[in-house]
Structures are given as C-alpha cells and as structure tokens.
C-alpha cells in the first residue's frame, strides 16, 4: 500500500523527477521545473478558491452519443479519488502545481477539481472548463487527421510524402507518412537545429513553410525507419499533406473533422476568443507567458479543456470518430521510445502497475499537459495546468496513488 504523502515525500519526488532526462526527452521541448520552485515550496503552502466537479456526473462524449454505461461509484472508486485529491492538494500547496485534475470511468466524468488562478491578476480560478494550450497533445489530433484521411480513401500511410509535397528534397523521398507520425522519419526537431530562429518564431509567429525552411536542407539523423527520435519537424509536414490533401486549412480541418463532430466547442487551433488561462513560469509570478503557436502550427497549436479532451478521448476509443482498423493502426507499437516505452502515432504507450496505458503530454512555455487512458478499465485520468512543472513526475505520482501502487 501506499503510505500517505507529505510535503517532504513530494518534493523529493519532485526533485528526483528533474533528474530524469531521458523521460522528459519523450517531449522535447519540455523545460524542466525550476530549481526555484522547490526553493519556494518550502516557504508557501497557500490556498486559493477551486472548482468541484460533482462526482457520478455525466458529461457525454458528444451531444448525440447514446448515453454512457453507468457509474457505480463504489467505497473503492471513492477512495482513489480521495487519495489523489489529496496528493494534488499537497502539490498545490508545494507550489508544484496549478491546473485542474478529471478522472472518467466507462464514459462518464467521476471527479474533476481546480488549483489556483487562471488569471492571477483578476483572481479568476481554474476550473474543468477553463481553457489551456496543449502543446505536445495535439500531435495526437494530427495523427487522428491522417488516419481519418485514410479511413476515407484519400491517401495512404505508406505512401511517400514527397507525393504531397512540393520541390521535396532528394534525402526525403524514402520517407513516407508513417515515419512522419512515428517519429521515425530521421528529420531533424528544428528546434535543435536552428534553435535561435525557432525560439525567435514563438515570438514573432510563422507560416508553415518558414518552419519547414529551417530543416529543409538539414541531413538526416538516420536512414527512415532504422529509429524513433522526437521531431516535431515531422508534424509539420504532415500539417502541410493534411493542407494538400484536404484543400483546407490545418485549423479549419481539425475543427471541422475532428472538434465540431464531437461537440468540443472550447478546444481549436490558433488563438482562443476567450477563456484561455494565463500562462507562468513559476509559481509566485503574475507576469504570464508570451508564446506564439503559430511557431508549432500542426506539432502543438491546439488549444483545450479538460472536459474537452474527456469528450475526445471516450469517442475516439470507442469508435466516433476513426474504425477499429484505424485506431489499432493508432495503438500500435511503432517504435520505442528513449525510456524503453511504446511509440503509436502521436502517443506513447506501456504499462503501469499491471494496466495497460497509452499516453499524451504535452508541455513549454506556461503550460503543461497530460492524460493516459488504461485501456483495460476504461479509465482515464487528464492532468492540465497552467504553470511550468514536472507534469511526468506528477503524473506518475498520480496514477500510483490512484492505483495504491508500490
């Protein structure tokens, strides 16, 4: 069993979580915590207003889908609940963490509650429907695109991305979508190859093709398919086929296809109207974070809430959105990741406590994100926030408690 966690216990965690790089390598483009965080942690334990989302309540999946298997919210669901409440509350009260937390059984949102301030400046709480970037989660939107094109006849995983790309260079013509969205293809992250003009861009904003201009002429890592490294350069480009193929926009696809079918009417592509949480870089700062997501386009400019990306992730395992076919083409296990883990398109996948798991995460510049579906259980636990933090060791800690794990 797990013993009960103290604020000495999860600053430890939290500490022992900066060192583990290989991990947060998975999600390049994910700073670290702070080291001024823990400074901080030990001398403020304040608490803020939260939101509470009733346990046993409904949300379903999309306004048309039949109504979801009912919870039975037994002594032991109420427990886990408890437990993971608590560990957040000690989190938060550590300066670790600012966000909200939802866990879903068989379809239904069971609990979900909010830490801190959206807006620290109007004192505007964070709540399940306050809206944040998601970074890294949105290559699993891209790769939901592809497969989707290909469910409906428009092209094909194998096929080679130089059929769907103009003056494509010599070295990317063994390349073929598949690489693109298993992060096998060998073209370099941009952002380590040009690091200052990409820093610049999530400043001053760029079309696709000024961030596809900085890896164009780079050499491979590697020959396509002999390995998997991170590169959101491979997400750019296939924005850029879904653009070709579709003759819509990136941002009018995803809303079109993927977001207005399954009634996600606070998640999209660019710049919210309203309703989007303030970034920070710490916990005590009350200056947010200015980030251009433009500089992502189709590798990480989605926007979302937590309620929202419950909706998608119940109608895309369960058939809403892409055929089984589809989705296990999604679910399979492409390639390995750094830390020995499963690569699908646009997710990672593996095992916790005996569960069987696929994860998304995503996170930079004020924002973190993460939500790991147990395949087995039908349960999924989302974790989104607005501050920089170790949303892996959280996470984990997480699903430890949850689970009673040793």
Same mark, same amino acid.
């Given at each position: 069993?797990?013993?009960?966690? #103290?604020?000495?216990?999860?600053?430890?965690?939290?500490?022992?979580?900066?060192?583990?790089? &290989?991990?947060?390598?998975?999600?390049?483009?994910?700073?670290?915590?702070?080291?001024?965080?823990?400074?901080?942690?030990?001398?403020?334990?304040?608490?803020?207003?939260?939101?509470? &989302?009733?346990?046993?309540?409904?949300?379903? !999946?999309? !306004?048309?889908?039949?109504?979801?298997?009912?919870?039975?919210?037994?002594? +032991?669901?109420?427990?886990?609940?408890?437990?993971?409440?608590?560990?957040?509350?000690?989190?938060?009260?550590?300066?670790?963490?600012?966000?909200?937390?939802?866990?879903?059984?068989?379809?239904?949102?069971?609990?979900?509650?909010? *830490?801190?301030?959206?807006?620290?400046?109007?004192?505007?709480? #964070?709540?399940?429907?306050?809206?944040?970037?998601?970074?890294?989660?949105?290559?699993?939107?891209?790769?939901?695109?592809?497969?989707?094109?290909?469910?409906?006849?428009?092209?094909?995983?194998?096929?080679?991305?130089?059929?769907?790309?103009?003056?494509?260079?010599?070295? *990317?013509?063994?390349?073929?979508?598949?690489?693109?969205?298993?992060?096998?293809?060998?073209?370099?992250?941009?952002?380590?190859?040009?690091?200052?003009?990409?820093?610049?861009?999530?400043?001053?904003?760029?079309?696709?093709?000024?961030?596809?201009?900085?890896?164009?002429?780079?050499?491979?890592?590697?020959?396509?398919?002999?390995?998997?490294?991170?590169?959101?350069?491979?997400?750019?480009?296939?924005?850029?086929? /879904?653009?070709?193929?579709?003759? &819509?926009?990136?941002?009018?696809?995803?809303?079109?296809?993927?977001?207005?079918?399954?009634?996600?009417?606070?998640?999209?592509?660019?710049?919210?109207?309203?309703?989007?949480?303030?970034?920070?870089?710490?916990?005590?700062?009350?200056?947010? $974070?200015?980030?251009?997501?433009?500089? =992502?386009?189709?590798?990480?400019?989605?926007?979302?809430?937590? +309620?929202?990306?419950?909706? *998608?992730?119940?109608?895309?395992?369960?058939?809403? =959105? =892409?055929?089984?076919?589809?989705?296990?083409?999604?679910?399979? *296990?492409?390639?390995?990741?750094?830390?020995?883990?499963?690569?699908?398109?646009? /997710?990672?996948?593996?095992?916790?406590?005996?569960?069987?798991?696929?994860?998304?995460?995503?996170?930079?510049?004020?924002?973190?994100?993460?939500?790991?579906?147990?395949?087995?259980?039908?349960?999924?636990?989302?974790?989104?926030? #607005?501050?920089?933090?170790?949303?892996?060791? /959280?996470?984990?800690? $997480?699903?430890?408690?949850?689970? +009673?794990?040793?």
């Amino acid at each position: 069993m797990l013993a009960k966690a #103290n604020q000495n216990s999860i600053l430890k965690s939290a500490a022992s979580g900066m060192q583990r790089s &290989q991990r947060l390598r998975r999600h390049p483009g994910v700073k670290r915590p702070l080291m001024m965080l823990l400074v901080m942690a030990l001398l403020l334990a304040a608490c803020v207003p939260i939101t509470v &989302q009733d346990r046993a309540t409904a949300i379903p !999946a999309t !306004a048309t889908t039949a109504p979801a298997t009912t919870v039975v919210t037994t002594t +032991e669901m109420d427990a886990a609940v408890a437990r993971v409440e608590t560990l957040l509350d000690k989190f938060y009260q550590a300066d670790l963490f600012s966000g909200v937390a939802l866990i879903s059984q068989d379809g239904k949102i069971i609990w979900s509650k909010g *830490w801190g301030m959206a807006d620290r400046q109007q004192d505007i709480p #964070n709540s399940p429907q306050t809206i944040y970037r998601i970074y890294g989660m949105t290559l699993q939107f891209t790769a939901a695109a592809m497969l989707l094109l290909e469910q409906e006849g428009k092209l094909k995983l194998a096929d080679p991305i130089c059929t769907y790309l103009d003056d494509c260079p010599a070295a *990317w013509q063994p390349i073929t979508i598949h690489h693109l969205l298993s992060h096998t293809s060998g073209i370099p992250d941009y952002f380590d190859v040009a690091p200052a003009a990409a820093q610049k861009f999530t400043r001053e904003g760029a079309t696709p093709e000024q961030i596809m201009a900085l890896f164009r002429d780079q050499r491979l890592a590697f020959a396509p398919g002999e390995r998997r490294e991170w590169s959101r350069s491979g997400f750019v480009l296939a924005g850029l086929i /879904i653009e070709r193929v579709s003759g &819509q926009s990136y941002g009018d696809f995803v809303k079109q296809h993927l977001l207005e079918p399954l009634a996600m009417t606070h998640s999209g592509y660019g710049e919210p109207r309203e309703g989007l949480a303030l970034g920070y870089p710490s916990a005590t700062s009350k200056t947010p $974070v200015f980030f251009d997501v433009s500089s =992502l386009y189709a590798a990480g400019g989605l926007y979302s809430t937590a +309620e929202d990306l419950f909706r *998608w992730n119940e109608a895309l395992y369960n058939g809403q =959105l =892409l055929n089984q076919t589809q989705l296990q083409k999604m679910l399979t *296990w492409h390639a390995t990741t750094e830390s020995g883990e499963g690569s699908g398109y646009g /997710i990672g996948m593996g095992e916790h406590y005996g569960h069987k798991w696929a994860d998304y995460a995503g996170a930079y510049a004020g924002y973190t994100s993460r939500m790991i579906r147990y395949l087995d259980d039908g349960i999924t636990i989302v974790l989104i926030g #607005n501050q920089e933090m170790d949303i892996f060791t /959280i996470g984990d800690d $997480v699903y430890k408690t949850f689970f +009673e794990a040793k």
